[in-house]
């Protein structure tokens, strides 16, 4: 059965300071990978998303995520980070129109 | 772009009664929605998925009884939560699956407090 791990429930970082969010999947084949920002009591918002092509993809808000085959990781990057970044990251998969499968979620939270 | 319109917002109920949260495609067909729960500080953790015409599928551990789904057309799913629990209180989500090009659509969410 496919699964998503993100190793770091909590991440504290100075605000300026680069971040790595970092996300393991077990799945069959490769599948679509996605990361999602939640902020508290929203809805979630894609940041970016990973079908196939270019291992590096960038998102929106300076995100970038880096697929990694070998490893099966697909960890989220930001050079520098900002107060607004605190929130709830997500990473997800899931194949051709079947249902995604969460990461436990990694909380950012972000010191002035 | 792709929009999945979900309501209501934010719903409280008493205890016993039931609540439908619809979830509607505006501008494509939804042939199948994912209904996802979140409870505070945890995951999204799916519940069912509903297809057009036919019978919801629920995962393992959900009541079929308690969690009525109903996608009577290709722009409508609905989940009804029937005689709710202080327990059932949490953040639903309805999600479409969107193809190659675009993955999928969230709703943006009913935060359901049972009181």
């Known amino acids: 059965a496919q699964s998503v791990t993100q190793p770091d429930i909590h991440i504290t970082v100075s605000e300026g300071a680069s971040l790595e969010l970092r996300c393991n999947y077990s799945y069959g084949a490769t599948p679509y990978l996605f990361w999602y920002v939640q902020s508290p009591g929203q809805g979630l918002q894609l940041l970016l998303k990973y079908f196939s092509g270019d291992t590096l993809v960038q998102g929106i808000k300076g995100f970038e995520a880096e697929f990694k085959r070998s490893q099966s990781s697909f960890n989220l990057r930001k050079p520098s980070v900002h107060w607004s970044d605190a929130a709830e990251y997500f990473c997800?998969?899931?194949?051709?129109?079947?249902?995604?499968?969460f990461g436990g979620g990694t909380r950012l939270m972000v010191k002035p | 772009g792709a929009v999945v319109s979900q309501h209501p917002s934010w719903v409280i109920c008493k205890s016993g009664t039931s609540v439908k949260i619809e979830c509607r495609s505006l501008d494509f067909q939804a042939t199948t929605m994912f209904w996802y729960r979140q409870f505070p500080k945890q995951s999204l953790m799916l519940m069912a998925t509903s297809n057009e015409g036919s019978k919801a599928t629920y995962e393992q551990g959900v009541e079929k009884d308690k969690f009525l789904i109903n996608h009577a057309s290709l722009t409508l799913s609905t989940l009804t939560v029937t005689s709710a629990h202080p327990e059932d209180s949490s953040f639903y989500i309805c999600?479409?699956?969107?193809?190659?090009?675009?993955?999928?659509?969230f709703g943006s969410g009913t935060r359901l407090t049972v009181v």
């Open positions: 999600s479409a699956p969107r193809g190659a090009i675009y993955g999928y659509t």
């Open positions: 997800a998969v899931g194949w051709r129109g079947n249902m995604l499968t």
